[in-house]
């Protein structure tokens, strides 16, 4: 099982990232995704779910319209479009691969190495 982030990187307040996240090794399109971010010296905060077919998602009420999840099941390919990117959200995004639709990222199956995102004038 593989999950790679990429996309990350510097940006100044105001801008934009899109975060992607390739998987391998599992039936991609059977499982609920996630992003998951930890800001330094915090702990894991859930960012944003959506469900195996696409149809269904949700955000954290920090992220709720500035982000947007997505996934392509025919390329086994997860998405995060950042807009409106704030300082508070300098972190590391990990995406995570869960059977169900759950926001405790404690429950999470699989797990990505994450990627920085920072964002600074």
């Known amino acids: 099982v593989q999950l790679m982030e990429s996309g990350g990187g510097l940006v100044q307040p105001g801008g934009s990232l899109r975060l992607s996240c390739a998987a391998s090794?599992?039936?991609?399109?059977?499982?609920?995704m996630n992003w998951v971010r930890q800001a330094p010296g915090k702990g894991l905060e859930w960012v944003s779910l959506?469900?195996?077919?696409?149809?269904?998602?949700d955000y954290a009420d920090s992220v709720k319209g500035r982000f947007t999840i997505s996934r392509d099941n025919a390329k086994n390919t997860l998405y995060l479009q950042m807009n409106s990117l704030k300082p508070e959200d300098t972190a590391v995004y990990y995406c995570?691969?869960?059977?169900?639709?759950?926001?405790?990222?404690?429950?999470?199956?699989?797990w990505g190495q994450g990627t920085q995102v920072t964002v600074s004038s």
């Open positions: 959506i469900n195996s077919g696409g149809g269904t998602t």
């Open positions: 090794g599992f039936t991609f399109s059977s499982y609920a």
């Open positions: 995570a691969a869960a059977r169900a639709l759950i926001t405790d990222p404690a429950r999470y199956n699989y």
